[in-house]
């Protein structure tokens, strides 16, 4: 009986109680890429506003539609490409891709994100439009926070971001724009690189 | 020497802990996902989940999905209870070196 058996038994247990309950091979890879794809989108978007509706959006007519063009293609390729580079992740880490725990972390991620999802798209139908980014902010912020329970703890903290930014995009709707950009753009850079060097390096 | 007491035998396997770490935190689990996480053939497994189960640690339940059968684990109360004790004895082995 020595200590050393001990030891390796509560890390065995602790190794076993998140590998049977947290799905941890994310990418962080996808994060950056899913930053840049939003950057890019939001110049394409500010762009086409500031050209050819001087400056101001108004719901109908080709620009707004091609703004949420824009918006669903990057929400796309964001998908994709975390699909992607997770799957890679999981090969890599001796995962499986779709059990037990990827589907837990899926199915929590989304019942926010597709009630906020229906949430904006029946304001939009009502001409409410100004709350729009922050309300996209804040879902996407809580679909974190309830899914770092499931996978890697620490996205719950972009989730408190996320939300914090959406308040103030709330209280604030003309900076609503902006604070998209700061919270779907640069956040998402800035974390995917402290996830990638944090647990895809090694 | 209290503390050794508390050093429960019927966890004292690789296997074993691995069940009960597994149902602490899980819901249930049903067999394959016990295979599958633990690394064990189906003959070792099932040894061990049946020693769980007659120290009363763990439930089983039999079932069909469609025409598939499927057994399903859950900890009863006494065994997380037990688990707790062994975890908590475990540490204080630990640091008492």
């Known amino acids: 009986m020595e200590s050393k058996d001990y030891l390796k038994d509560i890390s065995d247990i602790k190794d076993m109680m998140n590998k049977s309950s947290r799905f941890i091979s994310l990418s962080g890879l996808s994060g950056i890429l899913a930053g840049i794809y939003a950057l890019i989108g939001a110049a394409i978007a500010y762009w086409l506003v500031i050209t050819y509706s001087s400056g101001v959006l108004t719901l109908n007519g080709w620009v707004f539609e091609s703004c949420l063009l824009t918006l669903a293609i ?9 699909i992607l580079l997770t799957t890679r992740k999981a090969k890599k880490d001796g995962a499986k891709i779709w059990d037990t725990t990827s589907r837990r972390l899926v199915i929590n991620f989304l019942i926010p994100l597709i009630v906020g999802g229906l949430y904006i798209l029946i304001i939009l139908s009502q001409g409410k439009y100004g709350q729009s980014g922050g309300l996209m902010l804040i879902f996407y912020g809580l679909a974190l926070v309830n899914a770092s329970k499931y996978s890697i703890g620490d996205i719950q903290y972009l989730g408190y971001i996320q939300i914090g930014l959406g308040l103030i995009g709330a209280y604030e709707p003309g900076y609503g724009f902006w604070l998209w950009v700061i919270g779907f753009g640069i956040m998402h850079i800035i974390y995917g690189t402290w996830m990638h060097f944090k647990y895809d390096k090694s | ?73 859950s900890t009863t109360k006494l065994g997380r209870e037990a688990f707790k004790k062994h975890i908590d004895a475990l540490e204080k082995l630990i640091n008492k070196q």
């Not at chain 2, 640690?57 to 079932?63: A, D, H, L, N, P």
């Open chain 1, 74 to 82: 990057i929400a796309l390729l964001s998908i994709s490409t975390g």
């Open chain 2, 1 to 73: 020497m209290s503390i050794i007491t508390n050093i429960n035998k019927a966890f004292d396997h690789r296997i074993r802990l691995g069940i009960m770490s597994i149902l602490m935190v899980n819901e249930y689990a049903d067999f394959n996902m016990l295979k599958e996480l633990l690394g064990a053939t189906d003959g070792n497994l099932a040894s061990h989940t049946k020693a769980l189960e007659k120290e009363e640690y763990i439930k089983v339940e039999k079932q069909f999905i469609g025409r598939k059968p499927n057994t399903r684990y």
